[in-house]
């Protein structure tokens, strides 16, 4: 069971990343998958979650309306879209899989999880 995640980068506040995190050996498509992330000095946090059940996904206060989680099931693969950022949103952005379907997204509910990828947003 492997995530990949990639796409971050250096960019300007008010622009825009899209994350990818790629699924191997599992099927992204039955079980639940999030972002979450660790700015320097911070604890991880969930960002958005959803599960495969079809119902909302979750997204933290500070993202909403701005960051739009979304699966490409033919690809094994998950994204994230972050539009707006902002200097806040400097951190470390992990993709995180839970073994067995389930809603939430706390970080202890989540079982297998990619390496990382950094995103900074610079002002």
């Known amino acids: 069971v492997q995530l990949q995640a990639s796409g971050g980068g250096l960019v300007q506040t008010g622009g825009s990343l899209r994350l990818s995190c790629a699924a191997s050996g599992f099927n992204l498509a039955r079980t639940s998958i999030g972002w979450f992330r660790q700015a320097p000095g911070k604890e991880r946090e969930g960002v958005s979650c959803f599960s495969p059940s079809g119902g909302s996904a979750y997204y933290a206060e500070s993202v909403k309306g701005r960051f739009t989680i979304s699966r490409d099931n033919a690809k094994n693969t998950v994204y994230l879209q972050m539009n707006s950022l902002k200097t806040e949103d400097t951190a470390v952005y992990y993709c995180?899989?839970?073994?067995?379907?389930?809603?939430?997204?706390?970080?202890?509910?989540?079982?297998?999880w990619g390496q990382g990828t950094q995103v900074t947003v610079s002002s």
């Open positions: 995180a899989a839970r073994r067995y379907p389930g809603d939430g997204c706390q970080i202890f509910d989540y079982d297998f």
